[in-house]
């Protein structure tokens, strides 16, 4: 991987990777089942029903993990404290179970009434009893004759509601499936995967609908957010996060910290005016799950890089919403606001670490409704969830340098790389002090650009990205006091951060890291309290549940193909003696 090293996005053309894990079927129609394949195993062992109610209280619930990131507003903040600073170090496996796919793994387990819902790579589901690890049923998704996706064959969990779950796929459908037999209710073709779309995020089930975004920024793709009804599988609404006029912005002449971004604005508009529609593969997907806030009815999410990555030329403009934290309106999808961090984006740097709601001190010094996103900039920024207006942004978390140098045909060097900063790894909040903790890469890159126009569905970079050989690579976790900027402390690690953080009411954050290592910190001061060898890479965030009266910690242990750790296949859950 010269071109593309481990610490950069490996683009996959993967019909014949995916051949090897699944067999081919062709495209299926909006609510037909007939053709897919028939899960395995029994029934779970009593009736699986989450309320919208028991959704909405998920942030008090200290017996479940009902949402990928535990709650509407994505704090990743579990509520019991059974397991503290005073007793982590005593933390043991309770069991580990082995999927049958050997792969990158991001699953964020489910769990409702003692039974635990994981996905893998190539879209399988398994539900397991949560104290035991055993298995009840296992349903492997029949993939399409195409699927065409970029950075491995991921799968980042189901969403739950009623009695059912929720899995986007590979070759870009929505799957609904009885929660208790595996058995697929509807499943409705979302994007066409010949044009670059695929589905790995966790969807968001909310009042009857299934929210899910889209990949594929990097193959010339139009981004969205689309929500479903959750019984039939019928499209209720889409926003597209490339509108087709007013795309061309503001001409931002600086980033969101008031950095210029060294563009040729006239250039850029001689381009503008030839015309074209350009807006039809501008990119801008959408990788990680929306926040909701239900009390005013509005869905937050962040929008990936522009297509092609690199090559500026061929999208003059700002790019909207691409580079973006985006509210919608969760009734209709209608636009509410937007603030974009880095217009025109030709390095890769786009925004996908899923938004978290929280409070946080306005500009005045009172405490204000907020939304939080931690960049690939290696900043967390702070907006007024009402209006966007940008309150804060933290100090830079991880080395810059020579930002916003352009890229040339023999590469230019600046900091950071294209993986971030913060990739798609969720952050995690502790309201009580006051901090949000991210996982940071640091992987020093040189940018290539060249001339290329649209491939029709294919890779569509505009050049390259490139690890500079020689150079140490390395990850950082640090916590943030989201009320003032300031880092609070900073915990580095010998290898690139990508999978994600929880943090805990028992003071704690647990963070893993692609040499095996999952580690438990004490969330004050950021001081190492326990460790264990999970032997492959913990590249997926972990969660926590209690069940039987005693609390347990879940992650995944599968490697990642986009920093290329070490493959495995295990969910490994930890308890204390």
Known sequence: MNEMTSGSKQRLATAVAAALCVAASGVMAQAEISGQAAPTGTPVPKNISVSQGQLDAADKDRA????????YAQTRYYPAAQINKANVAK????????????????????????????????????????VTGKEFWHYKHKMGAVTTYCCGPNNRGVAVMGDRLYMGTLDAKLLSLDAKTGKVLWSTQIADPELGYSETMAPVAVNGKILIGTNGGEYGIRGFVKAFDAQDGKLLWSFATVPETGHEGVWAVNDATGRNMKRDIPAEKAQFAKGGEFYKTLGGGVWMAPAVDKESNTAFFVVGNPSPDLYGAERPGDNLYTDSIVAVDLNTGAYKWHYQYIAHDVWDLDAVSPVILTEAKGKDGA????AIHGGKTGHIYVHDRATGELIR???????????????????????????????????????TLRMAYAANLHQPMTYHVEESKYPGGKLWLGGAFKVVAGEKQWGRLAAVNIDTGKVAWKFDTAQPLIGGVLATAGGLVFNGESNGLFRAFDASN??????????AGVNAPA?????????????????????DSKRGNTVIVFALP
């Open 367 to 370: 405490m204000r409704k907020v």
């Open 393 to 431: 942004f933290s100090e830079a978390m991880i080395p810059q340098e020579n930002m916003w140098t352009l890229p040339t045909k023999e590469g230019a060097r600046m900091l950071p790389g294209a993986n971030g900063g913060v990739e798609w790894s969720p952050m995690a909040v502790n309201p």
């Open 91 to 130: 933390l043991r496996p309770a069991f580990q179970f082995q999927t049958e796919v050997l792969e990158s793994m991001q699953t964020a387990p489910i769990v409702v009434d003692g039974v635990m819902f994981i996905t893998t790579s190539y879209n399988h589901v398994y539900a397991l009893d949560a």
């Open 543 to 563: 969660v926590s549940y209690t069940a039987g009266g005693k609390q347990y910690v879940a992650v995944a242990a599968g490697g990642n193909t986009q920093v």
């Open 64 to 71: 479940n993990f009902l949402h990928s990131n535990m709650n």
């Open 526 to 535: 950021g001081k190492m309290l326990w460790e264990y060898q999970c032997g």
